[in-house]
């Protein structure tokens, strides 16, 4: 008896179409607690950060021999096929449900997970970033990319755009969904950390401190502030402690880097002094 061929998704008018198509409006996305992800790399890694699939995408012509072959590929349809979540789409409706101009042959839609404080579990001695009032997506996925790179534990999130946004995904690999994760206000943060032990650190232009000679020993938690504002009058105390400000050195016309070149650039020289047991003061 020859195998039945998959049932292929054609029409637009489709209550699944229509759903996912919905959901590519952030708010309504929130409000429904999915996660919708585009890419195969992508959907791999939130498959591999134990998101909960719920529907898995595939476009009829990533289906092929050629494709197929590649090993992330095969792992998420292997998977999708294991949990009975894959359905096959024609390219026209991977058109309507893919983001952006350039559909990428699979979207998959997971439960949102949870970003509470209260779920947050740390190492001993915790090397955190926290993101305050970043607004551009394309900014808060690559910082999640550095934090990766540079073995940051956690990303905490202060009034900033949302990690779980189409942007944000892409622009981060996928490694939103390997960082732990957590939202809240500047006061609940900061209570956060307090509570925890971690001493904050600010990243500030004006500074007088400059990274080499900062104290960065210890559970510690830097905070960045966005290009255009920085962080004026915020996170200047934890409790009755001040918080320490710390500047890149610049050698050039310009004064700032981008929040994510200047989250890489800070993480790196804290991993690099915790691996070398460099203390305050020692040089790059």
């Not at 305050?132 to 956690?154: H, L, Q, S, T, Y």
Request: hydrophobic share 40%; net charge neutral.
């Amino acid at each position: 008896m020859s195998e039945s061929k998959p049932v292929i998704l054609r029409s637009g008018a489709n209550p699944k179409v229509r759903h996912l198509q919905r959901m590519r409006d952030n708010r309504l996305r929130r409000k429904a607690g999915r996660v919708i992800v585009d890419g195969w790399r992508e959907t791999a890694a939130a498959i591999d950060g134990g998101l909960t699939l719920c529907g898995v995408y595939v476009a009829d012509s990533a289906t092929e021999p050629g494709p197929v072959d590649d090993p992330v590929i095969h792992r998420v349809l292997s998977t999708a096929d294991r949990l009975n979540k894959s359905q096959r789409v024609s390219d026209a409706i991977m058109d309507k449900i893919s983001y952006g101009q350039s559909p990428r042959g699979v979207v998959a839609e997971f439960q949102q997970p949870a970003q509470m404080l209260s779920r947050l579990s740390l190492p001993p001695s915790p090397l955190i970033l926290v993101l305050d009032r970043i607004e551009k997506p394309g900014n808060v996925g690559a910082v999640f990319r550095c934090a990766d790179a540079a073995g940051v534990d956690a990303v905490l999130l202060c009034e900033s755009h949302d990690p779980l946004s189409p942007n944000a995904i892409r622009s981060s690999l996928g490694c939103v969904f390997h960082i732990p994760t957590a939202t809240g206000s500047e006061s609940e943060l900061a209570q956060f950390l307090e509570a925890n032990s971690i001493r904050v650190i600010a990243a500030r232009v004006e500074s007088s401190t400059p990274l080499w000679r900062a104290d960065l020993d210890g559970p510690l938690a830097l905070v960045l502030g966005s290009e255009k504002d920085g962080l004026g009058n915020r996170w200047q105390k934890l409790g009755d402690a001040p918080v320490e400000g710390v500047a890149i050195p610049m050698s050039g016309r310009v004064d700032s880097l981008n929040v994510s070149v200047s989250a890489a650039v800070i993480a790196f020289e804290i991993n690099r002094r915790r691996h070398s047991g460099g203390s305050e003061g020692s040089q790059p």
